[in-house]
């Protein structure tokens, strides 16, 4: 095995193979190659499954399911909470290879396993807290149980900017409900999911109760719609697969939690703190290199401040350390890989040639010879931006801080919501009356007002729109993988006495 970065998947009990029934499983499945995106250099080579391994892992879901529907709610959180622990003691180690296949910078991969244990630790903790209610009855001598319950097999598919916090996402609340699941990872960052199979097992999961499956998408869409056992379907992707996966499924109308895209704007007031505020837009838009569904999209500034705030951005943009995640003090890595880099190559030279200025541009991987073969795009600030032009309409995935002049803050709001999107949103001013106010009025399911990064394990997050349904984290997040289920019964009573 050709490796980067030698130690990311030696200190694993990892094996390139498929983890089913709580075990590896190598077969003579079509095998793809994993890269480092800084360098190019092959991690290793791992299967992936087709239909018939889906079927299987189905098969032994829902035989785990059975077994762990029964185990009592607090048992259930116990083992998640073990988990959360060990993600938390192996912080480093899932660091390090979380960055050797993904790209991002080793502190932002560390923040990730942190993000993700929090997740496990969160419905560890609400598993014990999900209950129903007695309902009163109009007939006298009864009354109706109201209660959640397990709603069975779960097809998980996540994406590969946040492979193992997106997955904790969704593993951590099914497994809290008292569902099982069978996880379909990104095939370019599959590595961080599949060592987490052992880790599952020490912690007292039954063999079953995850399966981890790098797949092609086409291949788990159809297995995980196909098979009527499987009843949530949660993905976090593009509108596109969402509205596919979607038809599909429609056929057995399991439940669907969909997290997809956004296109979200980033209001700074008239009377916003620019320092401050240009301090936390770089944080937001180059975490994971700007390949985040939530990160400042468009950029909306008055146009009597948009120099100003440009030349503040560009002050703080100029000396980032751009390139290899794993090297120390780097802010920002590379792309997922080349053809994403000239995605957003395309987005910013049709943006110029159509009048936007480039302000700043950082190269600072250029000088660097090993770097020769990753996917990196120069981090880069345009202003003059338009609603107009593509970078504007879609999302920009890449570090590119596109600003978009405005005259009044009603129209700035106006032209934020100009969007089939609903995902996130940001307000920086310091009147909170006013920041409120625009807050309010913007149509997206979460909104950071004078906070980059509001997602926590607390609180539900999802879009609205063309950007999703349903919810991850909070406690709605566990209701998500319930179904409601009403017994009317007899009240209990004492025996009457005779006469």
Sequence with gaps: MADANPD?????????????????????????????????????????AGPSHFHQAIDGAQRAFEVWREEPAAARGDVLKKIAATLTARRSELAALLTSEQGKVLSQAMGEVDYAASFFLWFGEEARRLSGRIQPHPVRSREYHVRPVPAGVAGLVTPWNFPLAQGAKKLAAALAAGCTAVWKPSEFTP?????????????????????????????????????????????????????TLMRAAARHLPRLSFELGGNAPFIVLPDADLDATAADLVKLKLLCSGQVCVTANRIFV?????????????????????GNGLAPGMDVGPLIHAKACERVRALVDQAVSAGAVQVAENRGYASDSALAKGSFFPPTILRGVRDEMTLAQEEIFGPVAALLPYSDVPSAVRRANATPFGLAAYVYGTDLTQANAVANALDAGIIGVNEWRPLRAEIPFGGIKASGLGHEGGEEGLREFCELKVIGTATPALPVPPA
């Design 191 to 243: 590595l961080v999911a599949l060592v987490l199979g052992p880790i599952f097992k020490e912690a007292g999961l039954p063999d079953g109760a995850v399966q981890i499956l790098p797949a092609r998408g086409p291949v788990a869409g159809t297995a995980l719609t196909d098979d009527a056992r499987v009843r949530v379907l949660s993905l976090t992707g593009s509108t596109q697969t969402g509205q």
């Design 8 to 48: 990311a998947l030696s200190k694993f009990n990892f094996r390139p193979a498929l983890w089913l029934d709580g075990r590896w499983l190598e077969d003579d499945a079509e095998r793809l190659a994993i890269h480092n995106p800084a360098t190019g250099a092959t991690l290793t080579t791992i299967p992936l």
């Design 302 to 322: 008055p146009a009597s401040l948009e120099a100003a705030f440009a030349e503040k951005l560009a002050a703080l943009w100029r000396p980032l350390r751009v």
